[in-house]
């Protein structure tokens, strides 16, 4: 058996190359995180969107805390609720509060027996419709024009509803090109929410994870995958997180004859409008958005931790309140704003969400 | 020779040749012709401009082949200027590729990014240390399961089974196994990891599982293929000698097929180890060096490439960067893989007479 | 596990030699345990296949036999109705890369075996078999940043000046992430096992034919035609089909390329393509859960059955060959 010693050679040196090799930027309490040593981990999945604010999050953690790691997955919001609700991961990133019949008592493996969970909105992000038209820098759309070219009603650059809305600018006689999400997301229903409550008349189809197959359109998978289909593309339109469309042109949105930039304020403020969903714990904090009030830039993500109320194992509850603390402090959400983009939580809603999360035991 | 015909005379069997120095000077004529025609018609196309040139070359050759030499030549000429065409077309994706992975790749390919992993890291920096050990240890754990499996499955296939009920049955299945769609393998493990080790089980040994689901049937083929061409009469002088079968096969028979088997193996792994589907799903993902299979989510190379693709922050190019200096690993250590394969094959060639 | 006599002279002509069975004797623990192994190992292969069919099979069947209206409250809609546009994209996008990549891996193949100077056939072929190694994330990565950019003046030129003919008609997409672009890039990938098939059964040509041929004074393309082809052709179609069982299942590079929807149509350079099976799996599990998760595996089952079919014919093929073969 010749083969034997050969593929026990092998093995020998990657191990040897494994054991050597603890990343030079670990110090030795992260290397040692795998060991079941003194060293803890906490896990959470969830939303892709959260992704950018999550790394600088926990990057910021476990520097000051150095002997814990903190695994973010972004498996998306859907595959954070299962998991979250099987007791696979210690908390959910999602970008919908859990619904009331997925609440209550019991339903989660990795809370105690009488804790429910408690949704607290940790990430707000404008969603900006992105487009890349030759020669053009900047674009002005009322949500009926959006829902339009969308839902495949209007098909060229110089159709007569985006003229409007544009005096002097010069309108190529091109295709659009829209792009939607092709995979679920969160993302796709904040949007078809958005453009079912401002312009239901021509958007007909109810908020969906799934873009409504039957508006047509160019489908690319992710955010990246809409952000480069839309940059390298040409006369392309699409909708996307605005932190991740750093270099393309962001449309304003006309709501109520105002322009209105996808911009931090004009996200963060929709939280003031909206109120909490009614006959739940005073700690939960699931919103029903309100897209329509007065300045308020409509087309927002909110993105949501699921904690337990109690955790089984109270050294995991500790773990979750001290990173959730950090993330709804004020330190948490200003660097999540410069990291990726995203809109802090305003001074009023912190100082719930650190209530709530100081109740986590 | 008095039955050579007149027809036949030595001056009539090269005549009707086109000269040599056609073939260059209609590739240059040619060339040029479709940048002209292509800087007219499309704006100066690159790739139109080629793909004229190589029209106007075929009708051109085929025109003067036709007059000069006739209709067989011309045939004969066709056929050829399509065959190289297709062999150039073919080196087309492959230079691309290999040319994007390098000129790209190279940006982030030093040091930091070998010795580093993404712990603590937000934007710029970091590395794929994680990645690296992680694509080891999967790819390892996964060998050590699937060559043992494989290699005394292909023992059976080629040296008890005959042709029995149960080896064409494992010889049909291993065909259809061959053709399990990545994806469903890593569903496979994820599932089955749930049901043993409790829901949402994500962690190397998960991956490694996945992984071999899709090696073993690649290392039973080429084993078996291996072993077969060990000659009988090896076998039978071992039998002559009153050697008893299994020790023949251990003895005689692998050591003989060793090389062919190391190196069917090495391709196997080289297979497998850029897989990114099932790993997404079975071995998960993390930031950090994790040297444990079997606790906590792994990350592995692909995975990585594929996640600074997909998920980037708000620094886009620092994620790009490391995403293409990740395909660059990734296709340097499958082509190490490769040509360790090849050289064992080679330097063990001769197969009898050992 | 005990050898007869006689099971021993059924094994094939041409199969291992087998030791005489009084001779070595049949009560070593060694031979016992050896041969318990390996049979072991082939039985486990069998389990595990079974295992992975019968967890499809299990987790998939919720999707399978749930209440149509249940499905299309909690899932994607009714089964049948949902996969079959994937299952076209599947097989669509794998049809449309092999029609790309066969011909030009025939060229290859044919290159290597029979036109290339035997010093440069050798580092040819291993330079085309590199393409086989290269990681599908890596050509998804080329395909959606480097090659969908690069192809899409050609296609708004295709659909400006050949929207006559009908793959080339509709609205042009403006990102060239469409089916053909998946389907150069899926060639690609097919395009080293197809070629590497082909050339061994070329260079597996009787050499006596061919140099007949020659002799007869055929020129070197109709030696190939007489002699090469005829003799390669079920070589080829199996080739074809390994390949075709290799692009249906493609999973990352096509989830990373192409801009698929639910769509059935075989208009080449528009924005709605089919999606394929393995890329709508890869893309929509994240956020699946319940039914939906159930009706995903479901899918994957459909495509594993697709591929089981292909390999079985490719088989069937292989197997008939050998029977001539044999004849010869």
Redesign the interface.
């Known amino acids: 058996m010749k083969i034997k010693p050969f593929a026990a050679a092998a093995l020998v040196t990657a191990t040897a190359l494994a054991f050597a090799g603890c990343a030079s930027n670990e110090t030795s309490a992260a290397g040692s995180t795998s060991a079941s040593g003194g060293s803890q981990t906490l896990t959470g999945v969830g939303s892709s969107a959260q992704k950018a604010a999550q790394e600088k999050w926990v990057a910021t953690f476990q520097t000051a805390n150095p002997a814990i790691t903190v695994n973010y997955s972004p498996d998306g919001s859907g595959a954070g609720r299962t998991q979250f609700i099987a007791g696979a991961a210690n908390f959910a990133g999602s970008d919908r509060p859990l619904k009331d019949e997925e609440m209550g008592a019991g339903t989660f493996a990795g809370c105690a027996a009488d804790s429910s969970a408690l949704n607290l909105p940790v990430y707000i992000s404008p969603i900006a419709v992105i487009f890349n038209v030759d020669g053009v820098k900047d674009l002005t759309f009322d949500t009926d024009t959006i829902a339009g070219i969308f839902s495949g009603k209007i098909t060229k650059w110089n159709d007569a509803a985006i003229a409007k809305t544009n005096p002097g600018v010069t309108l190529p006689d091109a295709n659009i090109t829209a792009v939607h999400r092709g995979d679920d997301s969160g993302t796709t229903n904040n949007f078809t929410d958005t453009l079912n409550k401002t312009s239901p008349t021509v958007w007909t189809q109810p908020a969906a994870d799934t873009f409504p197959a039957d508006f047509g359109g160019e489908a690319a998978s992710g955010t990246s995958g809409v952000i480069q289909a839309v940059s390298g593309g040409s006369n392309t339109i699409g909708y996307a997180d605005a932190s991740a469309a750093k270099d393309l042109g962001k449309a304003s949105i006309l709501v109520n004859g105002k322009a209105l930039q996808p911009t931090a304020e004009a996200a963060a403020s929709i939280l003031d409008h909206s109120k909490t969903v009614a006959g739940r714990d005073a700690n939960d904090l699931a919103y029903t958005l309100d897209r329509t009030s007065e300045g308020v830039y409509p087309a927002v993500l909110v993105s949501y931790a699921i904690v337990c109320q109690t955790y089984k194992d109270a050294a995991v509850g500790a773990l979750v309140r001290d990173y959730l603390g950090y993330i709804a402090s004020a330190d948490g959400q200003s660097a999540a704003a410069t990291a990726a983009g995203s809109a802090p939580l305003s001074t009023a809603l912190q100082a719930k969400v650190k209530t709530a999360v100081a109740s986590i035991k | 020779m008095a039955t050579l015909s007149p027809t036949l005379a030595s001056g009539d069997l090269t005549s009707g040749r086109l000269p040599k120095f056609t073939v260059p000077v209609a590739i240059v004529a040619s060339l040029a012709l479709g940048y002209v025609l292509a800087s007219v018609l499309g704006g100066g196309n690159l790739a139109l401009a080629t793909l004229l040139a190589f029209v106007i070359y075929l009708v051109g050759i085929e025109i003067a082949a036709r007059i000069v030499e006739g209709a067989r030549q011309a045939s004969d000429h066709r056929a050829r200027n399509l065959i190289v065409g297709a062999f150039v077309l073919a080196l087309v994706p492959l230079g691309s590729v290999s040319w994007e992975a390098i000129s790209k790749g190279l940006a982030r390919f030093d040091a930091t990014y070998f010795s580093n992993s993404m712990r603590n890291v937000v934007g710029e920096g970091g590395g794929a240390a994680h990645a690296i050990y992680g694509t080891l240890w999967v790819t390892g754990m996964a060998s050590l399961i699937s060559v043992p499996i494989g290699l005394m499955t292909a023992i059976y296939l080629a040296e008890y089974g005959g042709r029995n009920r149960l080896s064409k049955a494992i010889t049909f299945f291993v065909d259809v196994m061959t053709g399990v769609p990545s994806i469903v393998a890593g569903l496979f493990a994820y599932a089955l990891m749930s049901l043993v080790f409790g829901p949402g089980t994500k962690n190397g040994f998960s991956g490694a599982i996945a992984l071999s689901v899709l090696m073993i049937p690649v290392v039973v083929r080429s084993c078996e293929e291996l072993l077969r061409l060990v000659p009988n009469e090896l076998r039978e002088a071992s039998y002559a000698l009153g050697v008893p079968k299994w020790v023949t096969i251990v003895r005689v028979v692998i050591p003989t097929a060793v090389s062919g088997l190391v190196s069917g193996i090495i391709l196997a792994v080289a297979r497998v180890i850029g897989e990114t589907a099932p790993l997404l799903i079975a071995a998960g993902f993390t930031a950090s060096v994790n040297n444990n299979l079997f606790a906590n989510p792994m990350m592995t190379l692909p995975v990585f490439v594929y996640d600074s693709y997909a998920h980037p922050g708000t620094d886009i190019q620092a994620y790009t960067d490391r995403a293409w200096a990740g395909a660059l690993t990734l296709i340097l250590i499958v082509m190490v893989l490769n040509l360790v394969g090849r050289l064992i094959a080679r330097r063990f060639a001769p197969k009898t007479g050992r | 596990m005990t050898d007869t006599p006689t ?2 002279q ?3 002509v041409g ?6 069975a009084g ?3 049949r009560r ?1 623990p ?2 016992a ?3 318990g ?10 389990l ?2 079974m ?2 069919a019968g ?2 099979v299990f ?1 998939g069947s919720p999707a399978l036999f749930a209440d149509p209206a249940k499905l299309a409250s909690q899932g ?1 809609g009714e089964f049948a109705a949902w996969v079959l546009p994937y299952a076209f994209g599947t097989v669509w996008a794998a049809v449309l890369a092999l029609a790309l990549a066969v ?6 193949a ?3 075996s029979h ?1 290339a100077p035997r010093r440069l056939a050798q580092p ?1 072929g ?17 395909g ?7 192809v ?3 296609y708004k ?1 295709l659909n400006e000046n050949m929207g006559w003919f009908p793959l080339f008609s509709g ?7 469409t089916i053909l672009t998946a389907a ?1 890039v899926l060639a ?1 990938m097919v ?1 080293p096992i197809v ?1 590497s098939l082909c050339r061994e059964v070329f260079l597996q040509a009787p050499r006596l034919h061919e140099e007949a041929a020659l002799a007869l004074g055929a ?4 030696m ?1 035609k007489m002699a090469v082809l005829p003799f390669a052709r079920p070589g080829i179609i199996a080739a074809v089909m390994l390949g075709l ?1 290799r692009a ?5 590079a096509v ?2 390329v192409l ?5 059935i149509t075989f208009l080449l350079l528009t ?2 393509n089919p ?1 394929t099976i ?2 709508t ?9 319940g039914l ?2 159930s009706q995903l ?1 479901a899918a ?1 089952l459909v ?2 059955l697709i ?2 079919v ?3 014919i490719a ?1 069937w093929i292989v197997a008939r060959r050998a029977e001539y073969s044999g004849a010869n």
């Open positions: 099971g021993q059924d094994t094939a199969g291992p030699a087998q030791p005489v001779l070595t004797g070593r060694g031979e345990v050896f041969r192994v390996a049979t072991g190992a082939g039985i486990l292969i069998l595990i296949l295992l992975v967890f499809l987790q994607y011909p030009v891996a025939i060229g290859i044919l290159f290597i036109y040819l291993y330079v085309i078999d590199l393409l086989a190694a290269v990681p599908s994330v890596v050509f998804g990565l080329w959606s940043l480097v090659l969908a950019p690069a899409f003046p050609l030129w609205r042009y997409s403006g990102t060239g992430r150069i690609t395009l070629t020129t070197r393309w109709e190939i069982g249906l299942g493609e999973t990352m989830t990373m801009s698929g929807t639910r769509n924005s709605e999606n393995a890329a799996i890869a893309q929509n599990f994240p956020e699946a859960s939906k998760t595996i994957g495509l594993f591929t089981l292909v390999n079985m088989r």
